[in-house]
């Protein structure tokens, strides 16, 4: 499945140009989207997500139409914001099952099963009956992952998610995602250099809403 974006633009009423003739094509695996605050960037994820809508320009995933199938492609997606609140006062294998419940997965026994893999996945099953107020930007980064990983979606979109981990934690989570990239498209929205150049094959150079560049990150390393 490959999402393909063809020339994608969106003004916002206030007048700023956030996305002007984006156009991207997207395999699956990791892919980066790198460029410096104000760039586009959440506009773009935002967009894909289909949480806002463009002013023209076309989005397809495989055989959906995005912009106009937004409930086909929330069924598909996994989408971990840039800054999520997640509930201090539940434990995360609470909250997990109850986001599975809403994902359908009424089965109580495939449910646990499900939950209980995701916490091993994401490194938090010794942690799974600590209230999530308690956890550090790392864990809940990982509990926003396992979350975006129920009912294994084909699209996975992180906006800014190594902003403010330590390198332990940083490093933690790039292992997680270069796992789940395996086998499904993931984008990682960025202005880290590094969270490109470790993690993806293919990366996009936003800014001023505009694509100055595509490619392989080593390649355009060499380039330079
Ligand atoms: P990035 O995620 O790369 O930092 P954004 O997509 O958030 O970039 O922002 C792109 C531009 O659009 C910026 O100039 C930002 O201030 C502006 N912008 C973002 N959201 C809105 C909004 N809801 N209304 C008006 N301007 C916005
Ligand atoms: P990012 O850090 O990804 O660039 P922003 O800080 O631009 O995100 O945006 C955070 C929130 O504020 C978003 O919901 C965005 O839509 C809104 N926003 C950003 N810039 C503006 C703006 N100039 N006018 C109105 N809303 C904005």
Not at 2 to 28: C, F, M, W
Not at 116 to 123: G, I, P, R, V
Not at 175 to 200: F, K, Q, Y
Request: hydrophobic share 40%.
């Amino acid at each position: 499945m490959e999402l393909v974006i063809e020339h994608l633009s969106k003004t916002y009423p206030n007048g700023t140009r956030a996305l002007h003739d984006v156009s991207l094509q997207i395999a699956p695996g990791m892919f980066g989207l790198l460029g410096p605050n104000g760039a586009g960037k959440s506009s773009l994820m935002r967009t894909i997500s289909t949480l806002q809508e463009a002013d023209s320009g076309s989005i397809r995933l495989g055989e959906i139409d995005v912009l106009r199938q937004p409930e086909h492609v929330r069924q598909v997606l996994g989408y971990l914001p840039q800054e999520f609140g997640v509930y201090p006062k539940v434990s995360a294998a609470e909250l997990l099952e109850h986001f599975a419940v809403l994902k359908g997965i009424s089965n109580k026994s495939e449910r646990r099963q499900v939950v209980d893999a995701l916490l091993h996945q994401t490194n938090l099953w010794e942690a799974r009956n600590k209230n999530l107020g308690g956890y550090s930007g790392g864990m809940k980064q990982r509990f926003g992952i396992a979350q975006a990983l129920l009912g294994d979606p084909k699209l996975i979109i992180v906006d800014e998610p190594t902003a403010g981990l330590d390198p332990t934690e940083r490093n933690r989570f790039h292992n997680l995602l270069a796992e789940i990239g395996e086998d499904r498209i993931v984008i990682l929205s960025t202005h880290i250099v590094s969270d490109v150049s470790d993690l993806c094959r293919q990366f996009a150079i936003i800014n001023k809403g505009q694509v100055l560049y595509t490619g392989d990150p080593l390649v355009a390393i060499e380039e330079m």
